[in-house]
């Protein structure tokens, strides 16, 4: 009986990660987006996708921040879900696509080396596309799954495979997988590349880090790259995607590129900049879920 209802169980999971991950894409693949959007704005008001993790990202901010409008937050959260997944699917199966769906402001820039600055904020997967556009192919980190986390879940497995095999051929030989000493980066630094990083992620407690204030508390942010670009007198760029929730355009921001003169500068500048894209619309963090990893 146990485990009949195990596997019960697991086939519900299994089914609504494809109908998440497959099947949730196809109306933005296949319709005008002046008909696809509105759709999806009906379907962020359902429970049901993404259900667990839009749950735990408002309980985890409802800890923190206040919410005037807890369904709108939440289909504001849901809405950046679904964009940044039909994203990805328009990159792989649409790629010319993009550029109709996405309003950038400013240009990267073509000083080298370059330390382009994000976060998980905004459906941002559009970004690779622009730097690929762009002729930049950025050393970008991104971790290995820890043993087990895919257990019982195969079609999360296959999408997530799907897309680092996407991220492979975008910029090919690039991928650099976090833990021990960034020798591979800092070479990259030497040679005049680029590396894009997103540092709105918790610090592991050995890791050298720096405080920053965000929504009124504090968090420790890794910082072990930047004095490495500081040697290397490396550029600074930062950047957000964020969704245009009446339209659903993609506005991308691109800042000046800034050359620091010393780390504290460079730290202060990070800090900031975290800040003020994170705190501009709260709903369109993705790192909810573990923000008490991160801000405590």
Not at 137 to 154: C, L
Request: hydrophobic share 45%.
């Amino acid at each position: 009986m146990r485990l009949g209802v195990a596997a019960w169980r697991r086939a519900r999971q299994e089914l609504a990660d494809f109908v998440t991950y497959f099947l949730l894409p196809l109306p933005g693949l296949l319709l005008p987006w002046r008909l696809a959007w509105p759709l999806y704005r009906r379907i962020a008001g359902r429970r049901w996708f993404f259900r667990s993790r839009v749950e735990a990202a408002y309980s985890e901010a409802e800890r923190i921040i206040e919410i005037a409008e807890p369904q709108i937050w939440q289909r504001h959260y849901r809405l950046v879900q679904i964009v940044d997944l039909l994203d990805f699917w328009i990159s792989v199966l649409q790629p010319w696509r993009w550029r109709r769906l996405l309003h950038q402001h400013g240009k990267w820039p073509v000083q080298r080396p370059l330390v382009i600055i994000g976060t998980h904020w905004g459906p941002a997967y559009f970004v690779l596309q622009s730097l690929h556009s762009a002729g930049i192919a950025p050393y970008y980190i991104i971790r290995n799954a820890p043993p087990g986390e895919f257990r019982g879940k195969r079609v999360l497995q296959l999408f997530t495979l799907a897309r680092k095999s996407h991220l492979e051929r975008l910029f090919p030989g690039k991928r650099y997988s976090p833990g021990g000493f960034p020798r591979r980066l800092i070479r990259a630094l030497h040679s005049g590349e680029c590396i894009l990083a997103l540092f709105d992620v918790p610090a592991s407690r050995h890791s050298k880090h720096f405080k920053i204030r965000i929504f009124g508390r504090q968090a420790a942010v890794q910082s072990g790259i930047v004095g490495h670009a500081m040697d290397c007198k490396a550029m600074f760029v930062t950047y957000k995607l964020g969704l245009d929730f009446s339209t659903g355009r993609r506005i991308l921001h691109i800042d000046p590129a800034i050359e620091h003169s010393n780390e504290e500068q460079a730290l202060r500048h990070l800090a900031d900049f975290m800040a003020r894209t994170l705190e501009q619309d709260p709903a369109q963090w993705q790192l909810w879920q573990v923000a008490n990893l991160f801000l405590g």
